[in-house]
Structure formats: structure tokens, C-alpha cells
């Protein structure tokens, strides 16, 4: 019911060719979600927060990176969308969407 | 290996010291060109820093003849990244050298329109990449010099200059992290890179004497105030080295003869290829902008 994502296309016995895939989250400014920011590869680590830093954290503001090994990632397939996901959203009353949020308040 | 040198040409001996009348290079049209006598320049405090401009030159073109050869995606784009920021330190030098030198010579006219024997870089600098572990051994035990080569700079006098260090210093801190680590990991890896990594460290190693030689320039340059003081460099540097050899399970190499000329204009025959590569396109339209 629950896959991690297959990054090798298939080819999950890439070998020698590949090493193991570890997803990249990277945050903006302190105090801000740490956001997906895509993968790596690399045999360890230190060196996939190495990876990180160089593959997407040249350009932009970032503070802080996350990694974690992909294959430790569990994740919803599209088919449960339906059973996990619908009933959300057509229910009014149990959203706090009646009230106005006051000032200074920053939303994410 | 520089051309017609001794065997044993001492520091202080005949070579090591700028000419008593250096001729300032000619300029026509914009473009630089070397006089047949002009080897450097006669202020010491230039020459200290076209050696250290010149090394990151070198080095960071070296370090791009990966881009696209690189074992791994990410590894091409990490030692791309390197190479720009050892470019990037050279142009703040080279720039600062100019500046100081006052014949109107800026980054570009001293990176493009100067021939090899008016370059100042290490040889350990222009040596070819040959194979990864290579790169890394040599990459390694470059960051480790300026590693602290840069902290010592941060103290210079010259306000810009020490500026260039303290920013250079950070982000060779990053630099020395990504080589340490990948000998550890080429160290105490495979049965092959231990043994190509073992071989890196020999071959490399003949070429760290000259980081740290102290000579006329050095000493000159230390009298007006500067941390130049190469020679006192060797100790932090060799207990960095050592403590990395020690934990990739490689052995230190033994101190032996040790390789000079770089820092005089004597050069490798390597350093000619790789200025002609380097400079082909700036030299074909000189002045050209985009």
C-alpha cells in the first residue's frame, strides 16, 4: 500500500553505478518549515549533507538541510487518495476558516 | 621538475630573488604583453600575492577539467562549485595585486596576457589531474595549506586583502571537509582505492615543499608587517594531514627532496598546455566583452 518513490526507474539493481538515494529538505530562514528540496545520491550521511549543500544550496537562502534516506521515507500511493484525502474538504464546520487572523500573526 | 635547475639550489641561492632592474611590462592596445626580460614584479608584496592568486588560478582550472568527467552527478557539480571558488579567490587577488602593482594591470590582464614563466603558482598546483584520487590527495593537501595559509591572511595589514582571507578562509573550510572526507572514504575503502590513494599521497607529496619555502619575497614581505611566515604554516598543515592519513589508514610519505621553481617562474612543462587552454579564448579577442 506504501512505496517510496523508485528514483531508479526500475533499475533498482543499478549497483556499482549508483549509490543508495537520500531525499534533500532544505529550509529558508530559521523558524520555517525545512521543504523538499529534491535528491541525491551518496554512500553515507555526511556525504549526502555534503551532496545537499553543493546540488542545492549554492544559489538560494538556506539555512539548514535535512537528509534522509530515501528507502526511510514512507508515502501515500495515489490509489488512497480517495479513502485518506476526500471527505476534507466539503465539510465546512470543521475548519477554522471562520475566524480572522489577527495581525502579526505570520502564516506559513 | 623545472628546467635547468641544480639539484640542490638553496633557498638564498642565485634564481630565488627578482632581477635588480625589473622592466615593467609594455602595454599596447589594452592588451598586456610580456618583454622578454620581464619575470615579476619588484615589489615583494605583489609578487606574495600573485603566488597565492596564481595557485588558486591554477588550481581551480584544473579542478573544472572535471566538470563533466566526474565519477558521480553530484561529485561533477561539487568539484565544479570548488573550482569557482578557488577562481573566484584568485580574481579577488589578482585584482588586489594589480591594484597594488599601479601599471594598470587587472585580474583579467594578469589571469589571460601573462606567459608561463611570470606565473607564480606552486607546481604542485599545475600538476595533471590524472585520476580521481589524485585530484582528492592533491585537492586535500592544497586546502589543508590554505586552510590555514587564509587564517594567517586575515591578519594582513592590507585591509582588502585581509578581507579576500577572511571570506577565502570560510569557504575553504567547506573545501577542506569535502577533500578530508572523500580520503577517508578512498583511504579506507576499497582494496584499489586504498592502494591508488596510498600512490596519490607519494606523488603529491614531493610537491609540498615549495608551500611552505620561505625566500627573499616571503621575507621581505614579512618585514612590512605581513603574516608571511610560510615556513611556520607547516606545522598546523602537517598535523591536519596527519591526523586525515591516519584515519584513511594511509601512511604519511617520508620528507625527501622536494620540488621548487613555481614560485621563481620555473615551471612544468604542464603549465604551458594548460595556459594555452586557459587563455586561447581571451587572447583570440582581447578587450572583447559579454
Known amino acids: 500500500m506504501t512505496e517510496p518513490r523508485d528514483e531508479t526507474n526500475g533499475l533498482a539493481d543499478a549497483g556499482d553505478s549508483q549509490w543508495p538515494l537520500w531525499e534533500v529538505f532544505t529550509q529558508e530562514r530559521t523558524g520555517a518549515p525545512h521543504e523538499h528540496a529534491g535528491s541525491v545520491h551518496a554512500t553515507d550521511a555526511e556525504q549526502a549533507i555534503q551532496n545537499a549543500r553543493d546540488v542545492y544550496a549554492r544559489r538560494g537562502k538556506v539555512v539548514s538541510i535535512w537528509v534522509v534516506p530515501s528507502i526511510d521515507i514512507t508515502a501515500t500511493s495515489p490509489g488512497d487518495a480517495g479513502p485518506f484525502f476526500d471527505p476534507g474538504s466539503d465539510k465546512a464546520y470543521r475548519h477554522p476558516q471562520f475566524y480572522r487572523t489577527p495581525h502579526g500573526v505570520r502564516v506559513y | ?290
Open chain 2, 1 to 290: 621538475m623545472g628546467y635547468g635547475q641544480p639539484p640542490d639550489e638553496p633557498e638564498t641561492g642565485a634564481g630565488s630573488e627578482a632581477p635588480a632592474s625589473v622592466e615593467p611590462l609594455r602595454q599596447s592596445a589594452d592588451v598586456v604583453a610580456p618583454s622578454a626580460t620581464s619575470h615579476g614584479s619588484a615589489d615583494p608584496v605583489v609578487e606574495f600575492l600573485l603566488r597565492l592568486g596564481d595557485d588558486r588560478l591554477v588550481l581551480g582550472h584544473r579542478l573544472s577539467e572535471w566538470c563533466g568527467h566526474a565519477p558521480i552527478l553530484e561529485e561533477d557539480i561539487a568539484l565544479a562549485n570548488i573550482a569557482l571558488d578557488c577562481i573566484g579567490h584568485a580574481s579577488l587577488l589578482l585584482a588586489r595585486a594589480g591594484a597594488l602593482e599601479g601599471a594598470g594591470r587587472d585580474e583579467d590582464a594578469l589571469a589571460y596576457h601573462r606567459d608561463a614563466v611570470e606565473f607564480r603558482n606552486a607546481l604542485l598546483m599545475e600538476l595533471p589531474n590524472d585520476d580521481f584520487a589524485f585530484t582528492i590527495a592533491r585537492q586535500f593537501l592544497v586546502d589543508a595549506f590554505a586552510f590555514h595559509a587564509f587564517q594567517a591572511l586575515a591578519a594582513a595589514p592590507d585591509e582588502d586583502t585581509a578581507g579576500i582571507a577572511a571570506k577565502a578562509h570560510k569557504e575553504t573550510t567547506y573545501h577542506l571537509r569535502h577533500s578530508a572526507e572523500w580520503m577517508l572514504r578512498l583511504g579506507d575503502g576499497t582494496a584499489e582505492s586504498h592502494v591508488r590513494a596510498q600512490r596519490a599521497l607519494e606523488r603529491a607529496w614531493p610537491y609540498t615543499g615549495e608551500l611552505f619555502a620561505e625566500d627573499a619575497v616571503t621575507r621581505a614581505v614579512a618585514e612590512r608587517g605581513w603574516p608571511a611566515d610560510v615556513a611556520a604554516l607547516r606545522a598546523p598543515w602537517l598535523r591536519t594531514v596527519t591526523d586525515v592519513v591516519t584515519r584513511a589508514t594511509l601512511e604519511l610519505p617520508d620528507d625527501g627532496f622536494m620540488h621548487h621553481g613555481g614560485r621563481q617562474g620555473r615551471h612544468t612543462e604542464h603549465l604551458g598546455h594548460l595556459l594555452a587552454e586557459m587563455q586561447i579564448v581571451a587572447r583570440s579577442h582581447p578587450g572583447a566583452t559579454w
